[in-house]
């Protein structure tokens, strides 16, 4: 039995004559005749009643036309339920990204980007440390990984590409002894209290800011670890001490201020990823060449 059998079928219930229906369906009445002889003769029963004016469903007739009425509407069903399980299923991206205070400079230009111009994709973000963000990559649980420059320690079979270029600044709560005063220099900071996150969550990070504050000649009078960006930043306003971060940090959260260091001191972000990873690097080549298209504008 075929599906054009079975709509010859429908249409002669419906009209209850072979030669209407054949009109209906754009067929010459003999060739639709012998369809419906053939579909009897496979159900082993006959369909119709022949009438001197048309035919009639017998009963078996009549059991058949609902059957495959319902059977036609499983089928229109199977057939959305299809498109919408393709629309469903997009291919997963797993996107990894610090978990910084301030990732607007960045975050949501890439994913802008990706839902421009490769719609088939559902990116996932999954906010990590340093240490964790770089075991994801390396374990395959991340396919992309937006990292800081000083947080990435591993070449090797990985492609990296800068995404933006940050100043760096000391952060200090405003109502400091720093931030109370009009002008500030590097040796106002001497023996404060310096906050950095702690090694285990990022080695990188930590002897990065270390070195910058060795750099600008200042000798903190305690060193202050913390378990992660944000519990940082408390201990920063909690203690009067202060910490390196990019210098947008102040500008979004209140309580802050800041004293920008110079240029050499600042930071990139960077996108990470496996150099087998082909489609990745061309969705970042492209993405790069759109940085590069809005810089000459």
């Given at each position: ?90 291919q997963l991206l797993n996107v990894g990204c610090f978990d910084g205070v ?9 994913f802008e980007y990706f839902q421009r111009n490769a719609p088939e994709l ?176």
């Open positions: 039995m075929r599906l054009e059998q079975i709509s010859y079928f429908l249409q002669v219930a419906e009209t209850q004559s072979m030669t209407g229906a054949a009109k209906e369906l754009y067929i010459s009445q003999p060739a639709l005749s012998k369809q419906i002889a053939l579909l009897e003769r496979e159900v082993g029963v006959p369909l119709f009643e022949r009438k001197a004016r048309g035919v009639v469903l017998t009963s078996a007739g009549r059991q058949f036309e609902k059957d495959l009425k319902n059977i036609l509407k499983e089928l229109e069903n199977a057939k959305k339920n299809a498109a919408l399980a393709g629309k469903a299923r997009k301030y990732t607007d400079d960045f975050l949501p230009q890439l559902k990116l996932i973000l999954h906010r990590m440390s340093f240490s964790e963000g770089t075991k994801a990559l390396k374990g395959n649980k991340i396919d992309l990984w937006l990292t800081l420059q000083l947080g990435w320690e591993e070449a090797g079979n990985f492609c990296e590409m800068q995404l933006i270029r940050r100043k760096a600044a000391l952060i200090f709560p405003s109502e400091s002894r720093w931030g109370r005063q009009e002008q500030l220099s590097f040796d106002d900071f001497q023996g404060g209290t310096f906050v950095t996150v702690g090694r285990e969550r990022g080695q990188g990070v930590y002897y990065s800011s270390l070195r910058k504050i060795q750099e600008l000649g200042i000798v903190p009078g305690e060193v202050e670890e913390a378990d992660n960006i944000f519990t940082a930043l408390s201990y920063v306003k909690l203690r009067n001490g202060f910490m390196v971060l990019s210098e947008q940090v102040a500008d979004v959260f209140g309580g802050l201020g800041k004293f920008v260091l110079p240029e050499r001191l600042g930071d990139d972000v960077l996108a990470v990823w496996n150099r087998d990873q082909t489609e990745i690097a061309e969705w970042m080549d492209g993405y790069c060449r759109d940085l590069q298209t809005e810089a000459g504008r």
